[in-house]
């Protein structure tokens, strides 16, 4: 059977989260029946906004151009995320492979944590080397 289940979340964005109340209510019911089923490799990803190169048809899309100044920007306000409303709207962007490197490695490293990895994990995770 499966022994590891890697689950791609989204932050908690406060107000934001009340504007789009459906979707944040599915990602934690999501997350409850995955901790639920795999209390011990169920790993959940909490990135905020991704970004990469999307394509979109023939076109592409560099959301990295947005999304890279503001990862160098924001990865030093941690503290200013806990701020009521506002706070949650400091939490850095995350480049697509970095997502993707945690995602991998959760899966594959035996000793990998389970349990929730916010953005901070995501890229500390992302920029160590697996043992």
């Known amino acids: 059977g499966v022994k590891r289940f890697i689950y791609i979340s989204a932050a908690d964005f406060g107000v934001v989260n ?3 109340q459906g979707y944040y209510e599915g990602k934690r019911a999501a ?4 901790l639920t089923k795999f209390p011990y490799g169920g790993i959940i990803l909490r990135p905020g906004f991704i970004y ?3 394509s979109v048809g023939s076109m592409k ?4 151009i947005v999304g ?3 990862e160098m920007v924001f990865q030093h306000t941690r503290a200013l995320t ?3 409303l506002v706070g949650p709207l400091l939490t850095p962007p995350v480049n697509v492979t970095s997502v993707a490197k945690v995602a991998v490695r959760a899966a594959t ?5 389970p349990g929730i990895i916010d953005v901070y994990g995501i890229q500390r995770y992302s920029q160590s080397k697996s043992k």
């Open 31 to 34: 997350e409850t029946e995955l």
């Open 18 to 20: 009340y504007l789009l």
């Open 109 to 113: 490293d035996p000793v990998f944590p």
């Open 52 to 54: 990469g190169t999307r």
């Open 68 to 70: 890279s100044p503001l």
């Open 82 to 84: 806990q701020i009521p």
């Open 61 to 64: 899309i560099p959301l990295g």
